[in-house]
């Protein structure tokens, strides 16, 4: 099955610093990858997706780009808010499975 | 997008009584919704998966006697937490996918169940 690797968190930065979340992912066939933010007490929102090699997503500042050959989706945000505080999952669908398969998340706290 | 409600968003209960989760999609039929249950600082573990008008799929170490899903129609879908245990506490979240199957998900606001 699919499977999905993520950085471990948590990660504390400074208001305005750059902000990368590894992620890097297991799947047969085209999968489509996806990152999801969860705010402190609230269900899953999708904050960005990319469904072919060399797509790049992107939403409210944060950007990933589905690379194949390196089967990575890296997240990354050039000058992070206080408002980004917030566990980040990364989550491949596609392939064999029908379900979507997540990381482990990452929590993310933002200083200001 | 696409949205859907989960209800209630809190319940404590007591322990040995059963609880009732909502899952609807408001504005698109979901053929098939999931059941995630989250453990704290831990990712989404799924549970099952919902069809409409069909017995649920559970996953591998979730009993199905416990957690009772039923998928009525094609905008709602129920959880229910049999005779419910302070183990069983924990941040509950389902999903609908609309007709089609495009892959992407639409996650409800997550139910905290806590157990006395």
């Known amino acids: 099955g699919n499977s999905v690797t993520q950085m471990e968190g948590p990660v504390t930065l400074s208001e305005e610093a750059f902000l990368t979340i590894n992620c890097t992912y297991t799947?047969?066939?085209?999968?489509?990858l996806f990152w999801y933010v969860q705010y402190p007490g609230e269900g899953l929102q999708l904050l960005l997706k990319?469904?072919?090699?060399?797509d790049k997503g992107s939403n409210k500042g944060f950007e990933a780009t589905y690379r194949k050959e390196t089967t990575s989706f890296h997240l990354e945000k050039g000058s992070v808010q206080v408002s980004d505080s917030a566990v980040y999952f990364c989550?491949?669908?596609?392939?064999?499975?029908?379900?979507?398969?997540f990381g482990s998340g990452t929590q993310l706290t933002v200083l200001p | 997008g696409a949205v859907v409600s989960q209800h209630p968003s809190r319940v404590i209960c007591k322990s040995g009584t059963s609880v009732k989760i909502e899952c609807r999609s408001l504005?698109?039929?979901?053929?098939?919704m999931f059941w995630y249950r989250q453990f704290p600082k831990q990712s989404l573990m799924l549970m099952a998966t919902?069809?409409?008008?069909?017995?649920?799929?559970?996953e591998q170490g979730v009993e199905k006697d416990k957690f009772l899903i039923n998928h009525a129609s094609l905008t709602l879908s129920t959880l229910t937490v049999t005779s419910a245990h302070p183990e069983d506490s924990s941040f509950y979240i389902c999903?609908?996918?609309?007709?089609?199957?495009?892959?992407?998900?639409?996650f409800g606001e997550g139910s905290r169940l806590t157990v006395l």
């Open positions: 504005d698109f039929q979901a053929t098939t």
């Open positions: 919902s069809n409409e008008g069909s017995k649920a799929t559970y």
């Open positions: 989550a491949v669908h596609g392939g064999s499975a029908r379900q979507l398969t």
């Open positions: 799947a047969t066939g085209y999968p489509s």
């Open positions: 990319a469904t072919k090699a060399d």
């Open positions: 999903s609908a996918r609309e007709w089609g199957d495009t892959g992407e998900l639409f």
